[in-house]
């Protein structure tokens, strides 16, 4: 079954350090995969997409990483902010599917504390 | 910049009540998603909409569900007889392409929640 599997499920932080956040995927045959940043009772925001040849993407404090191999990939935040406190989504998208027929990740909370 | 908009922001229904969530993607945009997130759980695909037809709907769009674009700017989904479990958050989304790494702009939600 293709699954989307995220860790840790929360997380907490201090403001300006940096933090790794998880996602491990089953989904096959893969065609992308999505961060999105998720404000609480809002719509999720893209922060990266990275396909299948990619292993590293970045998008301002935020980092992404890609091993298509071990079906894994990881959200680096650096020097983090107050504003960066949400939920961190990992969305897979299988070959052949539909753009709409995406596989979300549960999320993890991130919350960064003065 | 353009962003998806939907309405209403929250609404309170009766069960067995009809409900009618309203959407107004992109203007480019030519593919239109509804996705929905129960509280506390993942976001989960209902049902793409593409040249006036459902293009993909998953086990959850059953045929309380329905969509439909009535004047080419709004994209609304019907639930006919709400039940208890279809209190969620509901969002809209759409995108100028279908598959590939295209992106995919969500709305800000309509909470439903049925009494």
């Known amino acids: 079954k293709n699954q989307v599997e995220q860790s840790p499920q929360s997380l907490i932080i201090l403001e300006g350090k940096n933090c790794t956040l998880q996602?491990?995927?089953?989904?096959?045959?893969?065609?992308?995969l999505r961060w999105y940043k998720q404000d609480t009772g809002r719509g999720p925001v893209s922060l990266t997409i990275?396909?299948?040849?990619?292993n590293t993407k970045s998008n301002g404090r935020y980092t992404a990483t890609l091993d298509a191999d071990t079906k894994q990939s990881s959200l680096h935040i650096t020097a983090s902010q107050l504003s960066d406190s949400a939920s961190y989504i990992c969305v897979v998208s299988g070959r052949g599917g539909s753009q709409g027929n995406l596989i979300f990740g549960k999320g993890t909370k991130l919350s960064v504390k003065p | 910049e353009p962003e998806v908009t939907q309405t209403p922001s929250h609404q309170v229904t009766q069960m067995g009540q009809e409900v009618i969530l309203r959407c107004v993607p992109i203007?480019?945009?030519?593919?239109f998603y509804w996705y929905r997130q129960i509280l506390g759980q993942k976001v989960e695909f209902l049902v793409s909409f593409y040249n006036n037809e459902i293009s993909e709907k998953s086990e959850i769009f059953d045929d309380q569900f329905s969509v439909e674009r009535p004047d080419g700017s709004n994209f609304t989904l019907k639930i006919r007889s709400t039940k208890l479990e279809d209190s969620a958050m509901y969002f809209c989304a759409s995108s100028v392409l279908s598959v590939g790494p295209g992106e995919l702009f969500f709305g800000e939600g309509s909470r439903l929640t049925v009494l």
């Open positions: 996602c491990n995927y089953t989904v096959s045959p893969f065609s992308n």
């Open positions: 990275m396909t299948f040849s990619e």
């Open positions: 203007s480019n945009h030519l593919y």
